[in-house]
């Protein structure tokens, strides 16, 4: 008894030490400036290698306007991120933090929490004001990263970015909002420029589009490299250069098909976290540091250039000294790569970076000599006992961690999820992982099971279907345990119509991997899609299923079963279930508004109707371009007897969707209810012209007979 009140006493202790030390890193900027009139630009560009900046190497392109930077500035030639994925990245420069303590560990579902004192909010609380200009999707604001920013703009709601299949927006649109944002400022402030633009997919504009048609890349380099002279010559003609402290950096680099990694995110070769870093600081001569940094020393070197104190949380060290020609403390650099991990139920990997050492911990470690080899083509491991580094790992990783790093995990909404699945990050809070792992498990062995399965899809959309199937079809057989095999697979057949085929691949997809987020999620919609609803229903409402609480998609194809299937009471169950866990999911409230609205034709009931209209337009209020539920919003206004708000919501739908024919024929009712035949006869018109041979013989004939009956009063 008197062990546990001794325990009980220590924890409560701890966690009010834990507090305390939170709370004190929240206040670590009080104070003010020495050098109160010495601006803060911080560049980040995304998905950047340093190779393929001149500066750096001659080998590939020139880029004058970064080069410029490194002739005023420090160039760090051995500068690594801690993760290869953006927001983990961000977050370790703006934090100051490793993802150990911040928790961050990928850009789905992970947020940063607003304990934690960002760099903004340092500046802020000295007296700045700040901006940051966000070019891609991982970084807004709904991660967390906005925390202390005067304008914080990411807002692309007039932009194509409001698409869900876009994910950034130009270099020059960002470039341009930076302009004009610092024509507005007083000294001192902080800008953030972020330039999404090298990630992939690689589409640089002409004429860089033409000029590096060999290596689309690399155009996305040289054009970001021509935008940010934009930035740098406003700076020259408004005499910033002098009063202005500039941080360039890249997030993490690209693969390029090195290691058998074509993009980024899996493993974590120099390829993806060798990033390049400028410093340029008024009045300090050129110079180029041979030592290893990282983005953790970010935040620090500010303050250092600042002199005032640090937070004293910061993990990071400051960069000045070295930069004024004095050598740098040794030290270790903590990586890691958990995407696949998290995404996909992969062994973890992570490691560090010791002098000319690294260490890759995963089943099948890796050691290499950085000096010799730092293209880490010969692995070291083999012939070395890796016990110590092992041991040295596990003391970076305790020396680095936050106790609640946990609770950085967050379910994200769907539209978010959606988003950077566009961009090729698929994640999920599903994902089964192993206690123990072996080789068979490691990322370097499942990579090549992953590209094939990508390259199989790429090749039926090509035209060479043959060749995809049977590359897919090849993956299957040698690896059982490779998600995205099965749902290319299904997607191949489903895009041929041979929607039972799909099925049966994701049937034998779950045999093989049952708790498989991907499978799961593309068999239930598959099913829906058949027209299958009691099937959907035994699938999801299955005791063996993974949990639902976190997906409202799963929710959203059983209240729409149950809803097929005429059993209201239980769709209604099933889709407040899902609105509940995401109340910005459009899809459902249309949903919702479907259920509603057939309820109240039967019944008669004000109230259902009533409801019907509040979910239609929550639904069109959350995606503004959503045609269907503007539709379905002009019916429910038909029956509550507003003819003219009804008609102006057709009218949109159709301007919207001009492919879809419901509002057509909606319309064409409409104004021949109003006894305008001539208007409703053009409207029937194209519904027919465009549709009739998708309809069933009774509405053919019904058609018909409003075509005739327009015909003989005009």
């Not at 909010?121 to 202390?148: C, N, V």
């Amino acid at each position: 008894m008197i062990k546990t009140k001794r325990l009980f006493y220590f924890s409560f202790l701890f966690c009010l030490f834990l507090g305390v030390c939170i709370l004190t890193t929240a206040l670590g900027s009080k104070g003010k400036s020495k050098n109160p009139d010495l601006n803060v630009l911080l560049i980040t560009i995304d998905t950047l290698r340093a190779d393929r900046l001149s500066c750096y190497s001659t080998q590939h392109l020139r880029t004058p306007n970064v080069d410029s930077l490194a002739e005023r500035g420090t160039l760090f030639t051995k500068a690594f991120a801690h993760n290869p994925t953006t927001l983990p990245s961000h977050a370790n420069i703006l934090l100051g933090l490793t993802p150990l303590y911040h928790g961050v560990r990928e850009n789905a579902n992970f947020i940063v929490r607003a304990e934690f004192l960002t760099l903004a909010e340092y500046l802020k609380d000295l007296g700045y004001s700040t901006g940051a200009i966000i070019g891609g999707y991982p970084l807004h604001s709904r991660f967390g990263l906005a925390q202390g920013f005067d304008m914080y703009d990411d807002d692309y709601e007039t932009e194509e970015f409001q698409k869900l299949s876009v994910g950034e927006r130009k270099a020059e649109d960002a470039i341009g909002e930076a302009i004009v944002w610092l024509k507005t400022q007083k000294a001192p402030w902080f800008l953030w420029i972020h330039c999404f633009d090298p990630h992939d997919p690689y589409e640089p504009p002409e004429p860089f589009r033409t000029q590096y048609k060999e290596n689309l890349y690399e155009g996305e380099v040289a054009y970001v490299d021509h935008e940010l002279g934009k930035v740098l010559n406003h700076m020259d003609e408004k005499d910033l250069f002098d009063k202005t402290l500039i941080i360039f950096t890249g997030d993490h680099g690209e693969s390029l098909g090195q290691h058998e990694e074509t993009t980024h995110g899996f493993l974590a070769y120099n390829t993806t976290i060798w990033v390049p870093l400028i410093i340029s600081l008024p009045g300090l001569k050129p110079n180029r540091i041979e030592q290893s940094v990282s983005h953790i020393d970010v935040f620090p070197t500010i303050c250092d250039v600042l002199d005032v104190k640090k937070p004293d949380s910061l993990q990071g060290i400051s960069l000045l000294p070295g930069m004024k020609g004095k050598n740098l403390p040794k030290r270790t650099i903590y990586f890691e790569s958990l995407y696949p991990h998290y995404s996909r139920g992969w062994a973890p990997l992570i490691g560090f970076i010791q002098e000319s050492e690294k260490f890759i911990e995963s089943p099948i470690p890796e050691l290499y000599d950085l000096d010799k080899d730092f293209d880490e083509l010969h692995n070291l491991a083999e012939g070395e006992k890796m016990s110590t580094y092992r041991k040295r790992l596990a003391q970076v990783v305790e020396e680095h961690s936050h106790l609640e790093r946990d609770k950085a995990r967050q379910r994200i909404d769907r539209e978010s999820l959606e988003r950077l699945k566009s961009l090729g990050y698929i994640s999920s809070p599903q994902v089964t992982r192993k206690e123990n792992y072996g080789p068979e498990d490691d990322v370097k062995v499942l990579l090549p099971y992953h590209n094939r399965a990508m390259k199989a899809l790429n090749l039926y959309r090509e035209g060479k279907a043959y060749e995809g199937f049977e590359i897919v079809k090849g993956v299957i057989t040698e690896r059982k345990d490779v998600d995205i095999a099965y749902t290319n697979l299904a997607t191949m057949y489903k895009e041929q119509g041979k929607l039972k085929e799909a099925l049966e691949v994701l049937e034998l997809g779950l045999e093989n991997i049952p708790t498989n987020y991907g499978v799961i999620l593309a068999y239930a919609r598959y099913l829906g899609e058949a027209g299958r609803d009691d099937e959907v229903i035994k699938f999801l409402e299955s005791s063996w299923l993974p949990p639902m609480e976190h997906d409202p998609e799963l929710w959203n194809h059983l209240g729409v079963a149950y809803f097929n299937k005429g059993d209201f009471d239980k769709a209604l169950e099933a889709l407040e279930k899902a609105r509940s866990i995401d109340d910005e999911y459009a899809v459902v409230f249309r949903n919702l508004g479907n259920v509603y609205l057939s309820k109240f034709l039967k019944s008669r009931d004000l109230g259902d109707l009533e409801r019907t209209t509040q979910n239609y337009e929550k639904a069109i209020e959350l995606e503004p371009e959503y045609a269907s539920a503007y539709n379905s919003l002009g019916v429910a206004y038909r029956e509550a007897g507003r003819l003219g708000d009804a008609m102006r919501c057709w009218e949109k739908a159709l301007e919207l969707r001009p492919d879809v024919g419901y509002p057509l024929l909606n319309l064409g009712m409409a104004y021949m209810s109003k006894g305008d035949e001539v208007k409703a006869f053009d409207y029937f018109r194209r519904y027919k012209q465009d549709h009739y041979s998708s309809l069933p013989t009774q509405e053919r004939e019904r058609l018909d007979a409003l075509i005739q009956r327009c015909r003989r009063k005009q």
